[in-house]
């Protein structure tokens, strides 16, 4: 193995004044505005990784024949720091976005780069960048965080780049909801299919996305905000959203998750709810959940509460499902703006560590600066 990764720091020479970084961290949005430096780092199969730095951000120079535009080999991730009453900054379970990126990396014949190495790359980005991690209590505010990967060969030939290049940029985060979090609509599509057995659906990758957007348009019309996908196969098992995980909260307690089938992304997020969800008293569950029990469990109240996690929007509330020829309302969502009270707890216990107000029994946090 090569050496662990070292970072030039090449400054900006024109940085945001310090009026400019304050109004966009009054507030930031999401993934509008970024810091004033970026991470990136260089690969050929002959040198291996190299001239890895912390630089101007600024557009990239890549040649219109590079593999990345005509082939969409290309991942990413998504994480966040967040600042802590003490000023410290942390990552939450950044080993497993690491881990999920070299899976990545793997399906979409890109080289590795170690978790080691992904750490440190988000380490010093946020050491330059300090001054554009949202203060503590400013509400759910953070440091969005995101690293990819993206094969820059100029070959138009179809085989695995043999130049790629790892970056990572930074953009202050507010809270996804502005006045807390909403239900959403959610679309089930019947015509869409988002991943097949064997495809990229458990890759975090450019082109899954790209393929979402024409069922994302059609949720629209359909006066929807996201799409449940389906099983390719039987069209019948409930998959995820095209960019979170789904959760059904029954009238008993039980939490149950649709399982990783290989076409299901592995979030985080996910991982974390279920042992949160555990620690609350809850019966967890990781197995097949068909569309129709979904509706059924809606219709007899079996299924009280239904939300979508992530990393940008932490838990989201699904208050509405429809169909071709349906809608559902789900639960009572005259109570308390449609966030369920179990949607709620789950999502305050899970914030409350991120935020680093209660203890990290788990060691789910990692200091970043
Ligand atoms: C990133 C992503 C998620 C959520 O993963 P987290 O690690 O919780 O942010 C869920 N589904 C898809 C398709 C994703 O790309």
């Given at each position: 193995?090569?050496?662990?990764?070292?970072?030039?720091?090449?400054?900006?020479s024109?940085?945001?004044?310090?009026?400019?970084?304050?109004?966009?961290?009054?507030?930031?949005?999401?993934?509008?505005?970024?810091t004033?430096?970026?991470?990136?780092?260089?690969?050929?199969?002959?040198?291996?990784?190299?001239?890895?730095?912390?630089?101007?951000?600024?557009?990239?120079k890549?040649?219109?024949?590079?593999?990345?535009?005509?082939?969409?080999?290309?991942?990413?991730?998504?994480?966040?720091?967040?600042?802590?009453?003490?000023?410290?900054?942390?990552?939450?379970?950044?080993?497993?976005n690491?881990?999920?990126?070299?899976?990545?990396?793997?399906?979409?014949?890109?080289p590795?780069?170690?978790?080691?190495?992904?750490?440190?790359?988000?380490?010093?980005?946020?050491?330059?960048?300090?001054?554009?991690?949202?203060?503590?209590?400013?509400?759910?505010?953070?440091l969005?965080?995101?690293?990819?990967?993206?094969?820059?060969?100029?070959?138009?030939?179809?085989r695995?780049?043999?130049?790629?290049?790892?970056?990572?940029?930074?953009?202050?985060?507010?809270?996804?909801?502005?006045?807390?979090?909403k239900?959403?609509?959610?679309?089930?599509?019947?015509?869409?299919?988002?991943?097949?057995?064997?495809?990229?659906g458990?890759?975090?990758?450019?082109?899954?996305?790209?393929?979402?957007?024409?069922?994302?348009?059609?949720?629209?019309?359909?006066g929807?905000?996201?799409?449940?996908?389906?099983?390719?196969?039987?069209?019948?098992?409930?998959?995820?959203?095209?960019?979170?995980?789904?959760?059904?909260?029954?009238?008993?307690?039980?939490?149950?998750?649709?399982?990783?089938?290989?076409?299901?992304?592995?979030?985080?997020?996910?991982?974390?709810?279920?042992?949160?969800?555990?620690?609350?008293?809850?019966?967890?569950?990781?197995?097949?959940?068909?569309?129709?029990?979904?509706?059924?469990?809606?219709?007899?109240?079996?299924?009280?509460?239904?939300?979508?996690?992530?990393?940008?929007?932490?838990?989201?509330?699904?208050?509405?499902?429809?169909?071709?020829?349906?809608?559902?309302?789900?639960?009572?969502?005259?109570?308390?703006?449609?966030?369920?009270?179990?949607?709620?707890?789950?999502r305050?216990?899970?914030l409350?560590v991120?935020?680093?107000?209660?203890?990290?029994?788990?060691?789910?946090?990692?200091?970043?600066?």
């Amino acid at each position: 193995m090569a050496d662990a990764w070292n970072f030039e720091v090449e400054l900006a020479s024109a940085p945001a004044t310090t009026e400019a970084r304050t109004a966009v961290l009054t507030k930031p949005g999401f993934g509008q505005s970024f810091t004033d430096h970026m991470v990136l780092a260089s690969w050929t199969d002959e040198l291996g990784w190299h001239d890895q730095k912390v630089t101007a951000y600024a557009p990239l120079k890549v040649s219109p024949a590079a593999a990345v535009l005509h082939y969409a080999q290309e991942i990413f991730e998504g994480l966040k720091a967040y600042r802590h009453e003490d000023g410290s900054v942390w990552a939450f379970r950044p080993d497993m976005n690491a881990a999920r990126f070299s899976r990545s990396a793997q399906r979409l014949a890109l080289p590795q780069v170690s978790q080691e190495d992904f750490i440190a790359a988000l380490r010093a980005l946020v050491t330059v960048d300090e001054a554009w991690v949202p203060p503590a209590g400013s509400g759910e505010t953070s440091l969005y965080l995101r690293p990819y990967m993206i094969a820059t060969e100029a070959a138009l030939s179809v085989r695995p780049a043999r130049e790629v290049l790892f970056g990572v940029i930074a953009s202050p985060a507010g809270p996804y909801f502005d006045t807390g979090p909403k239900p959403v609509s959610i679309w089930l599509s019947d015509t869409s299919i988002r991943a097949t057995p064997g495809g990229t659906g458990a890759a975090k990758c450019g082109g899954n996305y790209a393929a979402s957007l024409a069922a994302l348009a059609e949720a629209t019309e359909n006066g929807c905000n996201q799409v449940i996908y389906l099983d390719a196969v039987e069209r019948r098992w409930i998959e995820e959203s095209g960019s979170m995980n789904v959760f059904f909260v029954y009238a008993d307690g039980r939490i149950a998750t649709p399982e990783l089938s290989g076409s299901i992304l592995e979030g985080v997020t996910r991982d974390s709810v279920l042992d949160i969800a555990a620690d609350l008293g809850h019966k967890v569950e990781e197995r097949r959940i068909s569309a129709d029990e979904w509706r059924d469990g809606i219709r007899s109240g079996e299924i009280t509460e239904t939300f979508a996690s992530g990393t940008a929007a932490v838990i989201t509330p699904i208050g509405r499902v429809a169909w071709t020829g349906g809608d559902l309302t789900i639960g009572d969502h005259t109570v308390d703006d449609g966030v369920g009270p179990v949607t709620a707890s789950i999502r305050a216990a899970l914030l409350d560590v991120q935020y680093g107000r209660t203890p990290d029994p788990r060691g789910w946090l990692t200091r970043l600066t």
